[in-house]
Antibody
Framework: EVQLVESGGGLVQPGKSLRLSCAAS????????MHWVRQAPGKGLEWVSS????????VYADAVKGRFTISRDNAKRSLYLEMNSLTTEDTALFYC???????????????WGQGTMVTVSS | EIVLTQSPATLSLSPGETATLSCRAS??????LAWYQQKPGRAPRLLIY???KRATGIPARFSGSGSRTDFTLTITSLEPEDFAVYYC????????FGQGTRLEIK
């Protein structure tokens, strides 16, 4: 079964850091671009960051550029999101998602995890 | 950044009717547009990619059309399980999502 399982969310104070992880199974992880998408409570979907299969291409949304770092470890079949200088605006459910194809990084997202909640509050 | 504007914000229909959802892009995305369905407490599910291609396992009552800046998701013969929030997403210039259309039971 193709599956993505996020972890690492929690309650954190403003200005602090948090690292999210996403464990992949059921597909050839190192063939696909991977993505983080977040959803604030009661709001819509917001793309956060994407990384190509070989980590050569990495892109961030303006809202997180300079604060968040996406990375992957193909040997461990894992995707990561290091989040620094968190603000209350970062409070959201963070989803890990798999790109649909092996030929591009900007892609449709065909497999999603269940999400991990990040709450930034003092 | 390409902005996607979805309309209407909310659509109220009855089971058996046809839903027509719109997504307009601020500049051409060619046909690099996808549609997702999201139910409460669940992750989004890919329905349509590249404007008109159904994703694996998606029923034929879901169809997509359009190109450049104007796109439509059509759901015929609405089933009770189709009432949800729908998002469009472009991949022409990295990734952005529309704000969503809520399809509710009338």
């Amino acid at each position: 079964e193709v599956q993505l399982v996020e972890s690492g969310g929690g309650l954190v104070q403003p200005g602090k850091s948090l690292r999210l992880s996403c464990a992949a199974s059921g597909f050839t992880f190192d063939d696909y671009g991977m993505h983080w998408v977040r959803q604030a409570p009661g709001k819509g979907l917001e793309w956060v960051s994407s990384i190509s299969w070989n980590s050569a291409t990495i892109v961030y949304a303006d809202a997180v550029k300079g604060r968040f770092t996406i990375s992957r470890d193909n040997a461990k079949r894992s995707l990561y999101l290091e989040m620094n200088s968190l603000t209350t605006e970062d409070t959201a459910l963070f989803y890990c998602a798999k790109g649909l194809t092996t030929v591009r990084t900007a892609d449709s997202l065909d497999i999603w995890g269940q999400g991990t909640m990040v709450t930034v509050s003092s | 950044e390409i902005v996607l504007t979805q309309s209407p914000a909310t659509l109220s229909l009855s089971p058996g009717e046809t839903a027509t959802l719109s997504c307009r892009a601020s500049q051409s995305v060619i046909t690099y547009l996808a549609w997702y369905q999201q139910k409460p407490g669940r992750a989004p599910r890919l329905l349509i990619y590249d404007a008109s291609k159904r994703a694996t396992g998606i029923p034929a009552r879901f169809s997509g059309s359009g190109s450049r800046t104007d796109f439509t998701l059509t759901i015929t013969s609405l089933e009770p399980e189709d009432f949800a929030v729908y998002y469009c997403q472009q991949r022409s210039d990295w990734i952005t999502f529309g704000q969503g259309t809520r399809l509710e039971i009338k």
